[in-house]
């Protein structure tokens, strides 16, 4: 069965500084990987996904995400966090092969000024 | 450029009271989800539509029922509402160019149902 972790309840940055999110996946076969936002009171907006091709994914917001086959892993970076970053990011991940996507617990992010 | 719009935003049920929770897309979409987000858990897809006219059980679906009304519109029915199901409730759709699965999914604002 397919899962994904986010290790992290709570990452907190100062403003400038580089951002990491960490995502781990379980999905036999190659996965559809995403990485969604969301602010308060509001729905998750798509920020990038990993379908096929380069490891590194790069998405709205100067997001990034690299994908690491061998360690399943599908962490989201920015390399210069500002504090309208704050937000719950959300890892998410789909089997090919099924129709459902399987969503992390969510990541709080506080970038502090 | 609505996207994909929920009624109502806010509600409160008395245990036992129905109700239906409203979703409507303008995007074209064939694929549509109802989710419930709870804190600490992500979120857990209730059912789902993969197009017109079917419905399909997703990870939680006890205790809700849903309709494929047309390709816009797709609803979640409470038949009996129960405090466990106080939660924020979203609606997604997706596109099915190029394969249903590597299109993101797109959310409307979410129904935040308090049951006493």
């Known amino acids: 069965a397919q899962s994904v972790a986010q290790p992290e309840d709570q990452v907190n940055v100062a403003e400038g500084n580089p951002l990491t999110v960490k995502c781990t996946y379980s999905v036999s076969g190659n996965p559809y990987l995403f990485w969604y936002v969301q602010y308060p009171n509001r729905g998750l907006q798509f920020l990038l996904k990993y379908i096929t091709g380069d490891n590194l994914v790069k998405g709205s917001y100067g997001f990034e995400a690299e994908f690491n086959k061998s360690q399943t892993s599908f962490h989201l970076k920015k390399p210069s966090a500002l504090v309208s970053d704050s937000a719950l990011y959300f890892c998410?991940?789909?089997?090919?092969?099924?129709?459902?996507?399987?969503f992390g617990a969510g990541t709080r992010l506080f970038v502090k000024a | 450029n609505a996207g994909v719009t929920q009624t109502p935003k806010f509600q409160v049920l008395k245990t036992g009271q129905s109700m239906t929770l409203q979703c409507a897309q303008d995007?074209?979409?064939?694929?549509m989800y109802w989710y419930r987000q709870d804190p600490g858990m992500g979120l857990r897809l209730i059912y789902y539509s993969a197009s017109e006219g079917t419905t399909d059980k997703g990870e939680v679906p006890n205790g809700y029922n849903v309709s494929r009304l047309n390709k816009r519109e797709f609803s979640l029915r409470l038949e009996s509402a129960a405090p466990s199901q106080t939660s924020v409730y979203f609606c997604a759709s997706s596109d099915p160019r190029g394969g249903a699965g590597n299109q993101p999914q797109h959310f409307g604002d979410g129904t935040r149902l308090s049951i006493l």
């Open positions: 995007m074209n979409h064939n694929s």
């Open positions: 998410a991940v789909r089997d090919p092969r099924g129709f459902k996507t399987i």
